[in-house]
């Protein structure tokens, strides 16, 4: 087993006092929510904070609450919370399937929704020990300047592997973030970036405070994920499909793809379909197709690269096909 390096734990009470210490303690420190991805990454030699800021005791940053045309979700809630919220599975069933598919059972209990958001990447060449990494020269994203997935590359490509980004970017999300300069809004679609190294837009000192959804009448939505195995395993691949409908006919259509490269993807084809059109058999094909042609994964993660842009175009039509069976029964 490896042994996690030395570090401080510090654990306030309320909000205010996380952002003052997270800010005083500088770049020596990081925050640590459920914990499940940052101490394996801890163990690994991926990162050595000298002091871990908890968020356990913060309750402020938990709870579920319909605020008018929105829920308002705090970011120390529990994976397993927003999976079994009935009113989230009933409005907005794509983040509850999200919320679900993350790891196994613990992980979903120890595992937070702001957690899940802020997930660090992953890589095949970055996520091993440090022995493993050590033997390769290391690489762009830690301790190395080389990229063993694009030769000659210049940009680390890890992969975005959070589960509920993919749905929330689909939901037209956004995100409440808090540092000692004052509270911002960012929309999540603007939250993440290209650069593998660090993939979001939030500032060291910032802490993700909630997670705004709004709600959309008529609306229907589906999350799918491959993996290797039913539970446990990052994505190898996923897609968060959101149908807007309005009598039987689309009033929007968004397709987000996740796990190719360092932040999800909205497909374009799927934009680009005019408002009325009908979500039938002939659509569903033509958006497939189109999906496998905008989306090329990269030999970044595990699972042949290959394998997973042929089940591209297979889990965008196993999404879409559930939209469509949604709005018909209506």
């Known amino acids: 087993m490896l042994p996690l390096p030395p570090f401080a734990l510090r654990t ?9 210490l997270l800010h005083a303690l500088g770049p020596d420190a990081q925050l640590i929510a459920g914990g499940t991805d940052i101490l394996p990454n801890m163990k690994q030699g991926l990162l050595a904070p000298r002091a871990l800021v908890s968020l356990q005791r913060v309750e402020a940053l938990r709870g579920i609450e319909r605020e008018g045309d929105a829920f308002r979700i705090g970011a120390m809630t529990p994976l397993e919370t927003v999976a079994r919220d009935p009113r989230l ?4 069933h794509v983040l509850a399937e999200a919320a679900a598919a993350v790891g196994g059972p613990l992980h979903r209990r120890m595992g937070t929704l702001g957690g899940n958001v802020c997930l660090d ?4 060449y970055i996520n091993q020990t440090h ?19 694009v030769a000659k590359g210049r940009n680390c ?10 749905a929330l970017i689909a939901l037209d999300a956004s995100l409440e ?36 959804v709004p709600v959309v009448r ?27 409908v309005d009598g039987g006919r689309l009033a929007r259509l968004e397709v987000v793809v996740s796990a190719l490269a360092a932040r999800p993807r909205l497909l374009r084809a799927a934009r680009d379909v005019p408002k009325g059109a009908t979500l039938d058999a002939t659509l569903v094909d033509a958006l497939a197709k189109a999906a496998s042609r905008e989306c090329r994964p990269l030999p970044n ?14 889990l965008t039509r196993r999404a879409l096909e559930r939209l469509a069976g949604s709005a018909a029964a209506e």
């Open 121 to 124: 990447t992953r890589c095949r």
């Open 177 to 212: 973030l808090r540092s000692v300069r004052g509270g911002r809004t960012v929309a999540i679609a603007d939250f993440y970036t290209a650069d593998g190294i660090f993939n979001q837009t939030r500032e060291p000192d910032e802490i993700l405070v909630a997670i705004r």
């Open 218 to 244: 008529g609306q229907r939505s589906a999350y799918e994920k491959l993996r290797m195995r039913a539970s446990i395993d990052f994505p190898l691949l996923s897609i968060a499909a959101r149908a807007d």
């Open 301 to 314: 993660i595990d699972g042949d690269d290959v394998w997973r842009h042929e089940m591209v175009p297979v």
């Open 157 to 166: 490509v890890a992969a975005a592997s959070n589960d509920t980004a993919t």
């Open 12 to 20: 306030p009470g309320t909000l205010d006092e996380a952002v003052e």
């Open 131 to 149: 022995f493993w990494r050590e033997s390769l020269g290391f690489c762009l994203k830690v301790d190395g300047t080389k990229c063993h997935v």
């Open 89 to 92: 599975g009933e409005e907005l």
